[in-house]
């Protein structure tokens, strides 16, 4: 898995949206949730993304700390500025999992922005899609 | 009367200057952007997934030679996405990812003003039959660089499982690139997904060839699988990013294959014209290509006829730059394809068009170049390309002595432990072993410097030596790794 999630710099343009989500899409981890009934959020990240204050592994941990986030789920590009988790929708719904990711990553003077959510293999929707 | 004749002869003059514009000037413009198609329709995606071969269409092209044009004005394509361990020199089984299932993908050929109707599904989640996927399927995409259209439209990352359909129209004519613009594309681009997009002049080309190629050069960055993994017995090879952005590879080749094209050269006969369609992928190199025994009679540039060059020696590729050279085939023989920054070709970027279909091995001797056999075990392709990089200004592998001594046979003079001592600190040898005073005093007092390896790297070049020594004599050699 590492071989595919590598922490290399960013060398593309990284412009569209399935870009971002490419950065940070996990097929073990979109696997695994899809396979437990649970879904994939692709967030934009804005803000101290990537000024040495906020590492890649902090925004992990805050995101994991995140209630109703599968353990071990998050990824993180600072390069590409996504992050991607997957999340129980029986014990929180997609807008109190926004909430409560946007208030810990404020603190940290991050923004998150939806990009897409994916409750079935190979379909990428937005939040209105779903 | 005068003047009437006068008038006359401008008359006239100005008739035969306008035919003579109108012979030397093409009346109509190729390049009419009213004329071109520039409304493609949106992508469209999917989670039809598709099944059977990876590459389908009859505008493809799965090896260096090319079939005729299909006449069809809409090409229909699919190059689905795969993940699947290449062979990219003898033993070196690399983990990469492909369009269609191969490396280079297949070369697309077509016409301006032809539809290229194009699907692709992201397969990278399907094990190739007989092989394991060594690589997690991940997200991928299409850039065509033949195409004028939304690139966050059409060149969308597509989820394994997913399909992206979407068409357009060939509005330039040239050799194109195409490849996977999904971050980090230099990793994409660096595991094999890249191909050629061939299009031909609406009116087809100035001059008539007798035989077509696509040579497509690229380069690998292959380390040996930090988990040890092994297919078929032989070790896996995976992409080394730290050389990738480096810009350091390991290998640079021909149409996927290190020294491909000489084992099976591209055929040709005397008195033939064959042209070749170069692409540099790169990612990083560029690319002198030429052809030893010729001249280049015809160079278009980014294979646009109207961007000619004549009786060129070498074409100078970027990244993503293509060629089309013609030349003619003199005599008998084996005309060597070769990237002129030598160091490139020693690392595999080399091929033949040859009159005999198994050429002699004398022919392969010309620049050394094909006696450049190439280690397997990691340890030692690891050892060649520290001695290459490092150590070839004051040493040679079987060329004799330089500054210091022709390692060739170096393991059969000293033993495994002297030369590990050696190279670990040759200040302190100096001091005290009679064998390396001896050699000090040969090499007009000249030491050798301390280089600080560590016990791996010394490792590396006492493995790299045994191989040079297991070899035939003068079939190893080294060359410098700029």
């Keep these: 898995m590492a071989l595919a999630f590598s922490d290399m710099n960013a060398l593309a343009c990284g412009f569209c949206i399935e870009d971002k989500i490419?950065?940070?899409y996990d097929h073990a981890v979109v696997s695994t949730a899809l396979t437990h009934k649970h879904q994939v959020a692709f967030f934009a990240l804005a803000g101290e993304v990537a000024t040495g204050t906020n590492s890649r592994r902090e925004i992990e941990a805050v995101g994991n700390a995140t209630p109703g986030v599968d353990k071990g789920s998050v990824r993180v590009s600072l390069e590409a500025a996504t992050l991607s988790l997957a999340y129980d929708p029986v014990r929180t719904s997609f807008a109190s999992?926004?909430?409560?990711?946007?208030r810990k990553l404020a603190a940290r003077r991050i923004s998150v922005a939806i990009l897409r959510i994916m409750d079935r293999p190979a379909e990428l929707k937005s939040v209105t899609q779903r | 009367m005068r003047m009437k004749a006068l008038t006359s002869w401008v008359f006239m003059a100005?008739?035969?200057?306008?035919?003579?514009?109108?012979?030397?000037?093409?009346?109509?413009?190729?390049?009419?952007?009213?004329?071109?198609?520039?409304?493609?329709?949106?992508?469209?995606?999917?989670?039809?997934?598709?099944?059977?071969?990876f590459a389908i269409g009859a505008s493809l092209n799965m090896t260096a030679e090319l079939k005729p044009l299909d006449p069809s004005p809409v090409k229909e394509i699919r190059l689905d996405t795969t993940h699947k361990v290449i062979d990219i020199a003898p033993g070196i089984k690399f983990s990469a990812w492909t369009f269609g299932d191969q490396v280079?993908?297949?070369?697309?050929?077509?016409?301006?003003?032809d539809k290229i109707r194009f699907s692709m599904t992201n397969r990278s989640d399907e094990t190739v039959p007989g092989i394991q996927v060594m690589q997690a399927p991940m997200m991928h995409s299409m850039d065509f660089h033949a195409a004028m259209v939304s690139p966050q439209d059409k060149y969308r990352s597509v989820a394994p499982g997913q399909t992206i359909s979407f068409e357009f129209t060939l509005n330039y004519p040239g050799v194109f690139m195409y490849h996977c613009g999904t971050p980090m594309i230099l990793e994409h681009i660096a595991s094999g997904m890249y191909g050629a997009v061939i299009v031909e002049p609406r009116e087809g080309y100035p001059t008539k060839a007798s035989r077509e190629y696509v040579v497509i050069q690229s380069e690998f960055y292959a380390k040996p699988d930090p988990d040890k993994r092994k297919i078929d017995g032989a070790p896996l090879y995976v992409l080394d990013g730290d050389s990738l952005r480096k810009a350091t590879p390991n290998y640079t080749v021909f149409n996927g294959s290190h020294n491909?094209?000489?084992?099976?050269?591209?055929?040709?006969?005397?008195?033939?014209?064959?042209?070749?369609f170069v692409l540099n992928v790169g990612p990083s190199k560029t690319s002198s290509f030429h052809v030893v025994g010729t001249i280049f009679d015809r160079v278009w540039m980014d294979g646009n006829p109207d961007n000619q060059f004549r009786g060129m020696q070498t074409v100078l590729l970027g990244s993503s730059n293509s060629a089309i050279v013609e030349f003619l085939i003199p005599e008998d023989g084996s005309y060597i394809m070769v990237d002129h920054h030598f160091a490139n070709a020693s690392q595999g970027a080399i091929g033949l068009v040859s009159t005999s279909a198994k050429p002699l091995a004398k022919d392969l001797e010309?620049?050394?170049?094909a006696a450049t056999a190439s280690p397997t075990d990691p340890d030692s392709v690891m050892g060649k390309q520290a001695f290459e990089s490092k150590c070839l200004a004051c040493h040679s592998i079987g060329q004799g002595k330089k500054v210091g001594p022709d390692l060739s046979g170096v393991t059969s003079r000293r033993s495994d432990d002297w030369l590990s001592r050696w190279l670990k600190s040759p200040d302190k040898m100096l001091q005290t072993d009679a064998d390396a005073k001896a050699m000090l005093k040969e090499y007009n007092n000249v030491p050798m410097p301390n280089q600080n390896l560590s016990d791996a790297e010394i490792t590396q070049y006492v493995k790299y030596f045994h191989w040079v020594d297991a070899q035939p004599a003068g079939k190893a050699t080294a060359t410098e790794n700029h």
Excluded: Q
């Design chain 1, 97 to 102: 999992l926004e909430d409560a990711l946007s």
């Design chain 1, 22 to 24: 490419a950065a940070v």
């Design chain 2, 104 to 113: 280079p993908g297949p070369t697309v050929r077509a016409r301006v003003g």
């Design chain 2, 366 to 369: 010309h620049h050394n170049m």
């Design chain 2, 260 to 276: 491909g094209m000489v084992n099976n050269p591209l055929p040709a006969k005397t008195g033939e014209r064959v042209r070749l």
């Design chain 2, 14 to 53: 100005i008739v035969l200057s306008a035919c003579g514009r109108n012979a030397s000037t093409p009346t109509v413009d190729r390049y009419d952007i009213s004329k071109m198609d520039l409304k493609p329709t949106p992508a469209v995606l999917s989670t039809e997934r598709h099944t059977g071969p």
